[in-house]
């Protein structure tokens, strides 16, 4: 009855955490961290290597359609190869975690960086994919016509890259809340 009573007073800050838990939340940290690299560099690399060319009467006149065409696009193989390279660097800090699972200092750097890089790759895919709508749909006020059924190819491969890219920002939110969470399990004045 003490116990219940001592929690409902505020004292649930004193409630003993099992000893590996944050050793747990820091290798799926890095696990996660493993499985952003690999959508951001997939995006990044799909997206860049995305080309389709269409002959128009005769063979010697073409049309043709690359990434670069389209700004948006170029943002965003900029932002996920920056994202890619950001994950890469933060390694080294995550198996520091699991080694050091009281470290608080590096774990709120993390933090800060993971939601510039989480607002980075949100605008980079967001911006790619309003480019990807508009080409799968066209709008009609404006007279765009839907391109993707002449350039299916194309229209299929930087849809696929978006894929990696929102896959890489779900991994972000996963990443900023098991940061919280183990934020929370240890005192503040450990650094």
């Not at 690399?45 to 006149?61: D, K, S, W, Y």
């Not at 800060?112 to 607002?119: G, V």
Request: charged letters at 15%.
């Amino acid at each position: 009855m003490t116990k219940a009573v001592r929690l409902e007073e505020g004292d649930a800050s004193k409630v003993p955490v099992p000893v590996g838990s944050n050793k747990a939340v820091s290798v799926m940290d890095l696990v996660s961290r493993l499985v952003g690299i690999t959508g951001t560099l997939g995006a990044a690399i799909a997206m860049g290597t995305n080309e389709q060319t269409l002959p128009f009467f005769t063979r010697f006149v073409t049309f043709s359609a690359e990434y670069d065409d389209f700004r948006s696009f170029r943002l965003f193989v900029i932002v996920n190869a920056i994202v890619c390279a950001y994950f890469v660097l933060s390694i080294p800090l995550s198996i520091v975690h699991i080694m050091r699972s009281k470290a608080r200092g590096t774990r709120i750097l993390l933090v800060i960086l993971d939601t510039i890089m989480l607002a980075l790759l949100t605008a980079g895919a967001s911006a790619a994919a309003s480019i990807v709508y508009l080409a799968h749909n066209g709008n009609s006020s404006t007279n765009w016509l839907p391109v993707c059924q002449q350039y299916g190819d194309f229209c299929q491969g930087a849809s696929g890259s978006l894929i990696g890219s929102f896959g890489a920002v779900v991994v972000f939110i996963l990443i900023i809340l098991l940061a919280a969470i183990a934020l929370s399990r240890h005192p503040k004045h450990v650094l």
